[in-house]
């Protein structure tokens, strides 16, 4: 997001679930020791990292897609901090060695107003854009959808939908002979200074041809932030889309929400949080739906975060070392076919230090959660920022953000992966350099502001695992360290 993020749960004092949420499913406590998740012997290998937006200003906040019909061909997008500040967007159609320019049109057109050339006008209507997410249908069509920001009353917020039917090396045009397709209108309930905007959205393309948006909207301090869902069908000329409200009630502070999808398209599962600021607890939420979005089953608590990884400053920051922002504890989906189990990642502080977890529930019984087990267990450094997929095969791959190898100084990226399902673990790490986030970060006026983004991409292909992350750029322009770059790696498991 954008705006300094807002975490609606510094109105709240005790509660971080809502009696009109459903809670029969079975809860689990504490992780379970680290050795059911031992580290195996071998070592993945690492094939390759590049510099994805190899530019001059800041990026962060990464998603990544794969395109069905042709495995050489990623899109990513980021927050692009360059004159345009709105979403930026890079491609490739070799496998992620080489990637569309950054500069000058590497974003998504039909956002801003603005381009990044000054004596260029954008083709949109608001001031900046932010929050990325990337997918591609079955037919091999791009989609990438962004915020819209206005920066004056009423200080309107939308969410656009674009399309690419080139593998993401062009867009379109955001013009009435291009319009984009506007997921909701936020009617001005996004002024960022008293807490009211749409959050964070994320998006899954099913094999049915669904398209799976989905947002929180924060009230403002003291209010609910309820969880939505957007879907809209790839046959629809028009994509028109319908909008359900999945959390009710009093719930409040729910966040970091995302959608897995069954292969066969029948089946959606939404996962999202519900964090207490100060208590370090956060409540983890599953819901599903078996009619492509129409309808959702009531939200139900499946398990706890015992002291989540909260990288908010000024009003959290409780691993060691410098301050920065940067992705938490967030769950991260995804849905096995090799054994039917929806599994879920996520980071939490275990012994005094950030480790990543794993539970999972059968797909058809989410009323029963293994306990968390840590992953590839290490102490040397925090862990944060999971990012799960599953290859076909129910192979699985996390990657997340590692200072284990720096003595708990640095950041790295680090990829795991497991083909068993979950008891054992390769890992290696990924990225070439180390960097401190604390002295990296994105335009602030005259100052920097270090912020790594909420999130990160991965993918899994048969044969392999593909990343994206921010990290430091190799050298820094101008007087402030703002040359936060976009990274791609490619892994042997």
Known sequence: MRPARFLPALSLAVLSVACNDSRTSEVVGAPVAASLSQSASRSPTGNFVTNVTNDTTAQNETPLAVNPT??????TGNNDWNYN????????????????KTLPSGFVPGITKYTNDPSVAGTGLYDFGGDPAVAFDANGVAYFACFGYQGTPPYNVVL??????????????????????????GNGVTKGSTGQFADHE???????????????????????????????????????FTTVQVTSGTTQSNQDQRITVTPDGSTAFLTFDNYVLGSGATALFVSKSTDHGKSWSAATQFGNIQDAVCLFPPDCFNIPGGEFRGPGSYPAPAYNPANNRLYVSYADIVGGRAQIL?????????????????????????????????????RMDLSFY?????????????????????????SARVSRSSFDP?????????TVRPFIGDYNGIVSLPGSAAMTWT??????????????????GSVTP
Not at 166 to 184: H, I, M
Not at 202 to 231: E, R
């Open 70 to 75: 042709n495995p050489q061909n990623f899109i």
């Open 85 to 100: 500040d709105g979403c930026g967007v890079n491609a490739t159609l070799n496998g992620g060695k080489t990637w569309t």
């Open 160 to 185: 656009l939908l674009s399309r690419s039917f080139d593998g993401g090396r062009t867009w379109l045009a955001g013009q009435p002979s291009e319009p984009l397709t506007q997921v909701f209108q």
């Open 202 to 240: 994320a998006m899954t393309i099913g094999s049915d041809g669904t398209i799976y948006v989905t947002w929180a909207q924060f009230h403002g301090y003291g209010l609910s932030s309820p969880v939505y869902v957007g879907t809209a069908n790839i046959s629809d000329p028009k994509l028109k």
């Open 358 to 394: 794993l539970t999972s529930a059968s797909a058809s019984d989410l009323r029963k959660w293994t306990a968390p087990a840590v992953v590839a267990a290490n102490t040397a450094g925090d862990r944060f920022a999971s990012e799960l997929s599953i290859a076909p095969n129910g």
């Open 402 to 426: 590692d200072r284990g190898y720096t003595a708990n100084q640095l950041v790295d990226l680090t990829y795991a992966t497991s083909s068993d399902f979950g008891t054992s673990w390769a």
């Open 438 to 446: 604390s002295q990296w970060g994105v335009p602030n006026g005259s």
């Open 471 to 488: 990290g430091a750029g190799t050298k820094n322009y101008g007087a402030l360290p703002t040359n936060l770059e976009i990274y791609f």
